[in-house]
Nanobody, 124 residues
Framework: QVQLVESGGGLVQAGGSLRLSCVAS????????MGWFRQAPGKEREFVAA????????YYGDSVKGRFTISRDNAKNTVYLQMNSLKPEDTAVYYC?????????????????WGQGTQVTVSS
């Protein structure tokens, strides 16, 4: 079992920044690939970013490349999502997820554990 708790969401103006955090407990975090997803009202949940267990490999959705950065601190059992140059279309509930798989995935179906989500609202 893995428990995930996100924090750091809030209201920000367009062009601003936020950093989301996700603290994990349970399964050995340092050997678990992690991902961030988001879901806007009326839309499907979409991939945002993912990171390997070592932090050596990262992947990003096309809409956030160059603006968002995923990172992790295995000593703190925490994965981060630094979001810069935020746009109103980034408004969504952001979810942290963990996979039992051996690789880094972009597909929602490959993730086994999910946090409760944190709301990010970007005003224009």
């Amino acid at each position: 079992q893995v428990q995930l708790v996100e924090s750091g969401g809030g209201l920000v103006q367009a062009g601003g920044s936020l950093r989301l955090s996700c603290v994990a407990s349970g399964r050995t975090f340092s050997r678990t690939a992690m991902g961030w997803f988001r879901q806007a009202p009326g839309k499907e949940r979409e991939f945002v970013a993912a990171i390997s267990w070592s932090g050596g490999r990262t992947y990003y959705g096309d809409s956030v490349k160059g603006r968002f950065t995923i990172s992790r601190d295995n000593a703190k059992n925490t994965v981060y999502l630094q979001m810069n140059s935020l746009k109103p279309e980034d408004t969504a509930v952001y979810y942290c997820a963990a996979t039992m798989g051996l690789l880094v995935y972009t597909e929602i179906t490959q993730y086994d554990y999910w946090g409760q989500g944190t709301q990010v609202t970007v005003s224009s």
